[in-house]
Nanobody, 122 residues
Framework: QLQASGGGLAQPGESLRLSCVGSGFTFGNYAIGWVRQAPGKEREGVSCLKHDGGTPWYSDSVKGRFTISRDNAKNTVYLQMNNLKPEDTGVYYC?????????????????WGQGTLVTVSS
């Protein structure tokens, strides 16, 4: 099970940090990531990180603004979102059970948490 939190309303240029806590599985054994879905659009892979950390993957749309990190001792993954833009608005899901960064980009995960809504608006 994955439980995401931290969404909310932000103005353009502001920051938010999303968290996602995993339970019921060995969190540190799995790559994990974030996917978002904007209103009326398909799900889009945002970022993901291998089970032991290392170099993350980011979509071009968030590269340089978002940072993913994980704390395996706390079974938690984070998404620090800086310099938010209106186009970042959407429901953000954390997800796991993914084998490659190519699969991350396709949002091809096996296990999904519930979403948390991020709205960026002035």
């Amino acid at each position: 099970q994955l439980q995401a939190s931290g969404g909310g309303l932000a103005q353009p240029g502001e920051s938010l940090r999303l968290s996602c806590v995993g339970s019921g599985f060995t969190f540190g054994n799995y790559a994990i990531g974030w996917v978002r879905q904007a209103p009326g659009k398909e799900r889009e892979g945002v970022s993901c990180l291998k089970h032991d950390g290392g170099t993350p993957w980011y979509s071009d749309s968030v590269k340089g603004r978002f940072t993913i990190s994980r704390d395996n001792a706390k079974n938690t993954v984070y998404l620090q979102m800086n310099n938010l833009k209106p186009e970042d608005t959407g429901v953000y899901y954390c997800a796991t059970d993914v084998r490659t960064y190519t699969a991350c980009a396709r949002a091809d995960y096996g296990v999904w948490g519930q979403g948390t809504l991020v709205t960026v608006s002035s």
